[in-house]
């Protein structure tokens, strides 16, 4: 009891709740049965504050794939002969039931009820009966948690698919309505060559296309079904997993029974890195914005009400949005590494730390989803500076325009490039951009290829079947 008593001394310490005889006494004990517990049995209150944590918030998330997976299984058993018809029709309307409950947020997670699962089977329970007892036959926690997740990751990857249909939809717009007004590009932050706002807005819609592979590549993970391998052994009834996977839509199931637990994490990863790509791109895009809104760029500006002011200085229109995109999608590029840390040394079969697989992940989804929009937002106002190239500063943008003028002209290409080098040296070099700049090659000004483009990310949303 010493023991235990020092071990609450330094659970108040950190918490800040006094310390007290009481709280050894209401730590003792809990109130309510677990689905693993046995009777006459009990759990320490703070161990199960330390091993619940926040899956119980996370765990609302995945009620509503909770129930659809208990339906399925559900279903399942009647047909393989576990459970008869009148049970599995009355369990299937309970948990329909439960599902409308969910979808109108009515569902919540009884205090002292662990997770999502027991609490389903608990109203299920208290509402039908024993035939409510009947439907955890098969299938261990292990399986319902990982086939869950699936559901989940499944239709929030189709989500984040369609967000960035839409961003990218909003940039071929905006390549093709400003593909006349030309910009500034720079190599290692020195002015380069000439471009303009149509190549940069298609830049990111193609970068946006490869994005989404990576995105199909983790859905096809995600589409395939756990559930039925249990705690990762299978079991000795006779389940019909062929029948689960088509009831819940999934393209396969995992097969082997161990490798179904092993997904855990694994699944999660592949999704974090699919999301940090588009992160990427979104950062990169934000960084670009920061840099043309900045007074000594002045490419771009956007209207008052969507940039923010200072407390002292009255002239600031900061772009606070685009700097906090890139901060949530610099972010959101740490996930991958972060499930990298927590599943690394793992062995095979389940583990309690894939339960924080949820806390790394779930925020991001609707961290990215939300940068995405405020993206779009931004965007959809842009105003872009025309004529900028008229400013001196910019004479030597048009230095390699002058170089292949004279090599079409028969000079050999290092001869020309010298003799323009000079020019600038010699301060002579002079061109007039807008009378003989023309790029016609695919991708260039004059040739953005928005269409191949098109199709390129149409053959990519054609992979998450």
């Known amino acids: 009891m010493q023991g235990y008593f020092n071990y609450t001394r330094i659970f108040c310490l950190l918490t800040g709740v006094p310390v007290s005889a009481n709280l050894y006494l209401a730590a003792s004990n809990t109130r309510q049965m677990k689905l693993w517990q046995k009777d006459n049995s009990s759990v320490n209150e703070l161990i199960e504050k330390f091993t619940v944590g926040r899956d119980k918030e996370f765990d609302l998330l995945l009620a509503k794939y909770d129930v659809q997976g208990s339906i399925a299984h559900v279903k399942m058993l009647q047909q393989v002969g576990l459970m008869d018809a009148a049970e599995s029709d009355v369990a299937v309307k309970g948990l329909e039931e439960i599902l409308k409950e969910i979808e109108q947020q009515k569902f919540t997670i009884d205090e002292g009820i662990e997770d999502v699962h027991s609490q389903v089977e608990y109203l299920l329970t ?33 989500n984040i698919r369609d967000e960035v249909k839409g961003l990218f939809d909003l940039l071929i717009t905006q390549s093709e309505k400003l593909k006349h ?20 807005f298609g830049a990111y819609a193609e970068s946006l296309t490869d994005d989404l592979e990576m995105l199909a590549a983790a859905y096809h993970v995600a589409n395939k079904n756990p559930l039925g391998s249990g705690a990762g052994y299978g079991s000795s009834f006779p389940l019909n997993r062929t029948l689960t996977t088509q009831l819940l839509g999934f393209a396969a199931p995992n097969y082997n029974s161990v490798y179904a637990q092993m997904s855990r994490g694994k699944t999660e990863k592949l999704v974090a890195m699919g999301m940090a790509t588009i992160a990427a791109t979104l950062s990169k ?33 900061n772009p606070d949005v685009f700097e906090l995109i890139r901060a949530k999608c610099n972010r959101i590029q740490s996930a991958p590494n972060e499930l990298t ?19 790394i992940l779930f925020p991001g989804i609707e961290e990215l989803k939300a940068c995405i929009q405020m993206a779009m937002l931004m965007l959809s106002n842009i105003s872009v500076r025309e004529n900028i190239l008229d400013d001196e500063k910019y004479r030597y943008l048009f230095s390699v325009e002058a170089v292949n003028e004279q090599v079409n002209k028969g000079i050999p290409f290092r001869d020309a490039y010298r003799n323009v080098g000079n020019d600038i040296e010699q301060g002579k070099f002079i061109f007039d951009y807008k009378k003989q700049l023309n790029h016609t090659h695919e991708g260039s000004i004059g040739n953005l ?16 079947v």
């Open 449 to 464: 290829c928005n269409d191949q483009i098109k199709q390129e990310m149409n053959k990519v949303l054609n992979k998450f």
């Open 126 to 158: 208290q509402r039908i009966g024993e035939a409510g007892k009947k439907i955890h036959s098969g299938r261990s926690r292990n399986d319902q948690v990982a086939v869950d997740l699936k559901l989940f990751l499944r239709a929030e990857i189709l």
């Open 341 to 359: 840390l927590l599943i690394n040394n793992l062995p095979s079969g389940y583990h309690r730390d894939l339960q924080l697989t949820k806390e």
């Open 285 to 317: 895009l934000a960084m670009d914005a920061c840099l043309y809104i900045n007074q000594n760029f002045g490419f771009i500006s956007f209207p008052n009400e969507l940039t923010t002011g200072s407390s002292i200085m009255p002239h600031k229109k």
């Open 181 to 200: 007004v030309l910009l500034p590009g720079y190599t290692h932050l020195q002015i380069a060559m000439p471009s303009s706002f149509g190549l940069w």
